[in-house]
T-cell receptor
Framework: ETGVTQTPRHLVMGMTNKKSLKCEQHLGHNAMYWYKQSAKKPLELMFVYNFKEQTENNSVPSRFSPECPNSSHLFLHLHTLQPEDSALYLC?????????????FGSGTRLTVV | DAKTTQPPSMDCAEGRAANLPCNHSTISGNEYVYWYRQIHSQGPQYIIHGLKNNETNEMASLIITEDRKSSTLILPHATLRDTAVYYCIVGYNTDKLIFGTGTRLQVFP
């Protein structure tokens, strides 16, 4: 365990389903991130939250909806996804944007859209 | 786009030092160099970072050239568990680290 916990580890959903990914950290970090990693592609930054406020939306389609109720929890709500959205979704945290310490990543949620 | 260039793959014998190069010729004066690695199907793991001086921790050493246009990550005694994709990233801080394609290091017995 890295200190960043993601659930579920694996998720299969239909294109008409609604599901949510959860990320939790108890490292005392103030910034949290969602990344997407498709097969044989680099990690793509999706969203950045700093002190619960979204500071970055990297042109992510609206079918992905993030929520950050507090500095320890981050959600990614999914609805009407497409098969090409199948990927490994990674959550990370850091002490805070503007600081130089590294990220701590979770183990990811492997999402398959059928 | 990632601002670093890394070889796509490298091999290393177990027990030997693994030296992973990274070019970042457009690095700005206040940008740090970060290294992460990703073992298959897991989240990336932070290894080390530096600004100008060489750095060492329990995992690795980071050597940054004087002009800061390139760096080398050194794993002093590679083991089979070091087989992974290694990412070199430059950034001012951790606002939004942009990952490239990295170097796939294969450690063989």
């Amino acid at each position: 365990e890295t200190g960043v916990t993601q659930t579920p580890r694996h998720l299969v959903m239909g294109m008409t389903n609604k599901k949510s990914l959860k990320c939790e950290q108890h490292l005392g970090h103030n910034a949290m991130y969602w990344y997407k990693q498709s097969a044989k592609k680099p990690l793509e930054l999706m969203f950045v939250y700093n002190f619960k406020e979204q500071t970055e939306n990297n042109s992510v389609p609206s079918r992905f909806s993030p929520e950050c109720p507090n500095s320890s929890h981050l959600f990614l709500h999914l609805h009407t996804l497409q098969p090409e959205d199948s990927a490994l979704y990674l959550c990370a945290s850091s002490p805070g944007t503007g600081q130089t310490d590294g990220y701590t990543f979770g183990s990811g949620t492997r999402l398959t859209v059928v | 786009d990632a601002k670093t260039t890394q070889p796509p793959s490298m091999d290393c014998a177990e027990g030997r030092a693994a030296n992973l190069p990274c070019n970042h010729s457009t690095i700005s004066g206040n940008e740090y160099v970060y290294w992460y690695r990703q073992i298959h199907s897991q989240g990336p793991q932070y290894i080390i970072h530096g600004l100008k001086n060489n750095e060492t921790n329990e995992m690795a050493s980071l050597i940054i050239t004087e002009d800061r246009k390139s760096s080398t990550l050194i794993l002093p005694h590679a083991t089979l568990r070091d087989t992974a994709v290694y990412y070199c990233i430059v950034g001012y801080n951790t606002d939004k680290l942009i990952f490239g394609t990295g170097t796939r290091l294969q450690v063989f017995p």
